[in-house]
C-alpha cells in the first residue's frame, strides 16, 4: 500500500471509518518523496532509536522504521491506532505510545525506549503544538538532533538573523541549543487536505556546548524576553518591562555592552544578549 498515493489513502481511512479533525491539525503527505526526504535528512541509521510525534497513517513512520534500529511514534487520536496496526503491522522495530506528547516524560520514554541507542526526533508535527512542544525538546537535551515537518514561517523564524522582522526570542532560543538548517520547503499541494500555508523542513542537530558563555542561563532568557516584549520600542524601554531598574541604569548596561544607547532588542545577537544579561545582573546586585 502506496500510503502517500491519494486514492490508498481514502481507501484505508473508509475501510476505518475515519475522517479529518481540523482540532488536531490533521494534514497527511500525499508527495511520497516528502518523507523519504525527511527521514534522509534527519540521518536516521541502525545506531539511532527515533521519536516520531503524530505519526497519523505511517508515510515518514515506514521511512524511519527502514532505517533506524527502532521507531517510537506518539498519536493523540485512537482513531489511528487501528490503522498504524495495519500500516505499520510489517515492522517489528515499531512502537506505538497511545496519547498526547505535551503530557509525556520525554525523559522516560527515552529511558524506556532507545537505551544504547543515539535518540534523534523527527516527525511532521501537527502545527498547533510546533512551538511549546520544540521549546521543550531542545531544552531537555535528550536528542542529538530535531528533524521536524513544520510551518515554513515558524522555521523561518527559528533560522532568522538579527534584524530581520522574523527574528525573535524564540530563533535566539531555537539557536542556543541547536544549529537549525533549513533543508527545503513543503507547498501545501502535498498535502489532504491541503493547509492554507506552506510548510517547511528544518534540521536541528543539537549544540555539544553553547555557542556563548553565560552567569546564568535563566538571566540570558529574561534579558531576552524582555528585549522582545515590545518590539517597537528601544531596547531600553523594552528592558523596563523585565528588571526593577531606573532608565538611566539600564542604559548604562547596554552602553557598558557596546552597544548603541537607542538600539532596538531585534537588532542584538545571542552573544550581545549573553553580554548584556551579565550586565544587567550586575546592575541588579549594585541594588
Not at 511520497?32 to 497519523?56: H, K, M
Not at 492554507?196 to 529574561?222: D, F, G, N, Q
Not at 544587567?280 to 541594588?287: G, I, S, T, V
Amino acid at each position: 500500500m502506496d500510503l502517500c498515493n491519494r486514492n490508498h489513502i481514502q481507501s484505508l481511512l473508509s475501510r476505518h471509518g475515519f475522517h479529518f479533525s481540523k482540532a488536531l491539525g490533521q494534514n497527511f503527505l500525499i508527495d511520497g518523496s516528502v518523507p523519504l526526504r525527511i527521514a534522509e535528512g534527519c540521518g536516521a541509521d541502525e545506531r539511532c532509536g527515533v521519536l516520531e510525534i503524530g505519526p497519523g497513517i505511517g508515510p515518514l513512520t515506514q521511512q524511519l522504521a527502514q532505517r533506524a534500529a527502532k521507531v517510537v511514534s506518539v498519536e493523540l487520536d485512537r482513531r489511528l491506532y487501528p490503522v498504524l496496526a495495519e500500516t505499520m503491522g510489517e515492522f517489528d522495530n515499531f512502537t506505538l505510545v497511545e496519547g498526547d506528547i505535551m503530557k509525556c516524560d520525554l525523559a522516560a520514554l527515552v529511558e524506556e525506549h532507545f537505551g544504547g541507542l543515539r535518540p534523534i526526533l523527527c516527525a511532521n508535527l501537527p502545527y498547533n503544538i510546533t512551538t511549546p512542544l520544540l521549546t521543550r525538546v531542545v531544552e531537555s537535551g535528550l536528542f542529538d538532533s530535531v528533524t521536524v515537518l513544520i510551518q515554513k514561517e515558524v522555521a523561518q523564524r527559528i533560522c532568522a538573523r538579527p534584524g530581520t522582522a522574523d527574528y525573535g526570542a524564540f530563533s535566539l532560543l531555537m539557536q542556543y541549543y541547536t544549529e537549525p538548517q533549513m533543508l527545503f520547503t513543503v507547498p501545501n499541494t502535498c498535502f489532504l487536505p491541503p493547509p492554507k500555508v506552506t510548510s517547511a523542513v528544518i534540521h536541528c542537530p543539537t549544540r555539544k556546548e553553547p555557542p556563548v558563555e553565560v552567569k546564568s542561563e535563566a538571566s540570558l532568557w529574561r534579558a531576552v524576553k524582555a528585549g522582545f516584549a515590545q518590539r517597537r520600542k528601544t531596547l531600553v524601554n523594552s528592558l523596563q518591562s523585565g528588571y526593577p531598574l531606573p532608565k538611566d541604569a539600564l542604559a548604562e548596561a547596554i552602553t557598558a555592552c557596546g552597544l548603541p544607547a537607542d538600539v532596538r532588542g531585534e537588532k542584538l545577537s545571542l552573544a550581545d544578549y549573553a553580554r548584556l544579561a551579565d550586565a544587567l545582573d550586575a546592575k541588579l546586585a549594585e541594588q
